[in-house]
């Protein structure tokens, strides 16, 4: 069944959630569809049925969201994995534009099929794991999955853990697991004291952030837990599971072991561009952002007529950035739909395109401090799996470039790195920068096209109900 909206919003993150109320309590009328059981994303994840977590500066945001989102009059889909995407006022039948086509699968299993005149992507990133030897053994999680046990569930990953990698997201989940009961062995950090030193200014622009990010520290310094500056994460070594991390300073120099039964580990997040890689929108490389982004202008309008992208999707801003961004996707759209008049757009648009400004001045320098770093991918082993899907190793990736691959659809095609269930979400950016060093940049290397499904769902969600019945027999030829 086909239902038609003015707009459709993927993602219920703070974006996503923003840009369905903005839109919605204007007039129009609009789907906002989300995988999780609910709204809120990853930093504004909401407690399951039941749990009861203590209120903090995220839940308190995230609630006033979600309760406005519930005033908004949005319709509100959860539980739906959106698979499929196509139509959009680029296609058409005859003279007339064709809306939106959305193909998701809900709670119940039985595949539904929406269309909308204007769409908003508001898909957020993935987090970024350069391999390193031990990365796959059990126990060892990205900081992002990590933060889902914590929130999601109130579950810890381990009773000793070490946390690593890059960006503020190392002191959030590190002073969260004190708090929940874990001990934190130690807090590998890539930046050094000057690359702190320099996102300064533009954390005191954030007080709050500021403050927040201080009592991180503050209780990483009660519980005496030391932290070391310009650190990596060298392997994780254990039988069956972790039980060690080796870390070494990113100058050279002496390693140290830490006993623990859990690593959470992440090199920054990559904005998540599957959709607007479908659509064929254009997209620039941009390291300080994340990685590929779309191209967007101040409104948040793609290449596309009548796509959006608002929130970590559009270039890595951090969650403060997004909501503001959210609502001037939205306004964007119903400007370009004729629900607003010109004047009452720039009207409109004032405060959100300052607040999104003052909130991503914060955002941008911590992008920056996350984003990727060759010296890790330089130090891949030839016999590490970068593609844990598929088990593909760099020597297998390098063999591909050596035989003659020269771009990221080729390497998959040599390799099959990035054809299993991540779709290339986890090993892209390592095969991508293999890539990259050999032709000479990752706008050379590019990345893989678009495809459907988005997301693995079951065949019968993709095909439908066929039977032999359906199968069309030709009528008899004449003798």
């Given amino acids: 069944m086909t239902h038609p909206y003015d707009v459709a919003v993927l993602g219920a993150g703070p974006a996503g959630m923003a840009a369905a109320t903005e839109a919605a309590r204007r007039g129009a009328k609009v789907v906002l569809l989300e995988e999780s059981p609910a709204p809120g994303g990853q930093v504004y994840r909401a407690a399951p049925p039941g749990f009861v977590v203590p209120p903090d500066a995220d839940r308190r945001a995230g609630d006033a969201l979600r309760a406005a989102l519930a005033a908004s009059g949005a319709e509100l889909r959860l539980g739906h994995r959106v698979w499929g995407l196509g139509g959009g006022p680029l296609v058409r039948q005859g003279e007339a534009p064709v809306p939106f086509r959305i193909d998701a699968l809900p709670p119940d299993g039985e595949p539904v099929t929406l269309e909308a005149r204007a769409l908003v992507l508001c898909a957020g990133t993935h987090e970024r794991i350069i391999p390193f ?13 990590a933060t889902i046990l914590l929130k999601a569930q109130g579950v810890l990953p381990g009773r000793r853990v070490v946390v690593a990698g890059a960006g503020p997201l190392l002191y959030a989940v590190a002073a969260k697991l004190l708090k929940a009961g874990s001990e934190v062995a130690a807090i590998a950090d890539l930046a050094t004291r000057g690359e702190w030193a320099r996102a300064m200014p533009a954390l005191l622009a954030r007080p709050d952030l500021l403050a927040r990010g201080l009592a991180w520290r503050a209780a990483l310094a009660t519980n005496g837990v030391p932290v070391l500056q310009a ?3 060298i392997a994780a070594e254990g039988v069956g599971a972790v039980e060690r991390v080796r870390v070494q300073p990113i100058s050279g120099g002496a390693a140290e072991s830490f006993d623990c039964d859990a690593l959470c580990i992440g090199h920054g997040l990559v904005p998540a561009t599957e959709a607007t890689r479908v659509f064929r929108a254009a997209h620039r490389y941009a390291r300080e952002s994340g990685g590929w982004v779309p191209v967007l202008d101040a409104d948040r ?3 596309v007529p009548l796509l959006y992208v608002a929130g970590d ?13 959210g609502r001037l996707a939205a306004l964007a759209a119903l400007r370009d739909l004729g629900v607003l008049d010109g004047r009452a757009h720039a009207r409109a648009r004032r405060r959100p395109a300052l607040e999104q400004w003052r909130a991503a001045q914060a955002g941008q320098a911590m992008a920056r401090m996350m984003a990727l770093r060759p010296a890790l991918v330089d130090a891949i082993a030839p016999e590490t799996v970068v593609c ?3 088990g593909v190793t760099r020597a297998e990736i390098e063999t ?5 691959a020269t771009e990221m659809n080729q390497l998959k095609q040599f390799t099959r790195c990035g054809m299993g269930p991540c779709q290339g979400r986890l090993c892209g950016e390592a095969a991508a920068e293999l890539v990259a060093r050999r032709v000479g940049g990752r706008e050379r290397a590019g990345f893989a096209t678009g495809r459907l499904p988005l997301r693995p769902v079951p065949m019968e969600a993709v095909l439908g109900e066929f039977d032999y ?7 008899p030829a004449p003798l």
């Fill in 313 to 325: 999707g559009g270039g890595v801003r951090g969650a403060a950035a997004a909501p503001a961004a």
């Fill in 231 to 233: 650190h990596a994460v």
């Fill in 133 to 145: 030897p031990g990365w796959t053994l059990p126990g060892v999680i990205g900081l992002a999955a």
């Fill in 388 to 390: 844990r899907c598929e």
């Fill in 400 to 404: 591909a470039l050596d035989d003659g």
């Fill in 469 to 475: 019945a359906d199968i069309p027999v030709p009528a």
């Fill in 301 to 303: 309008r793609v290449s």
